[in-house]
């Protein structure tokens, strides 16, 4: 089992930044990937970055690429999110998600239905 709490998330104006975190706790952190997720209203719940275990590999949907960046601290059982350059369709609830069975590493898709443990979300806004 693992528990995910995620926390950073508010409002902000377009252009601003907010750095997401996931807390972690249950099985070992180090031992499985992570990513993050966004779900908007009336939408799909979309994937937004990812990193392998070790930090070494990370991830990005093209909306994204550039503007922000995840990282993690297997010390603290913490991944974040820096988002910077925030936009107005930014705006959503994001979830970060545990990849603990490897999913990624079968299909090399980053698939909601393929991530096994889900925080509740932290809601952003983006104000134009």
């Known amino acids: 089992q693992v528990q995910l709490v995620e926390s950073g998330g508010g409002l902000v104006q377009a252009g601003g930044s907010l750095r997401l975190s996931c807390a972690a706790s249950?099985?070992?952190?180090?031992?499985?990937?992570m990513g993050w997720f966004r779900q908007a209203p009336g939408k799909e719940r979309e994937f937004v970055a990812a990193i392998s275990w070790s930090g070494d590999n990370t991830y990005y949907a093209d909306s994204v690429k550039g503007r922000f960046t995840i990282s993690r601290d297997n010390a603290k059982n913490t991944v974040y999110l820096q988002m910077n350059s925030l936009k107005p369709e930014d705006k959503a609830v994001y979830y970060c998600a545990a990849d603990v069975l490897g999913s990624y590493y079968y299909t090399g898709v980053w698939d909601p239905n393929g991530m096994d443990y889900w925080g509740k979300g932290t809601l952003v806004t983006v104000s134009s």
């Open positions: 249950g099985r070992t952190f180090s031992s499985y990937a």
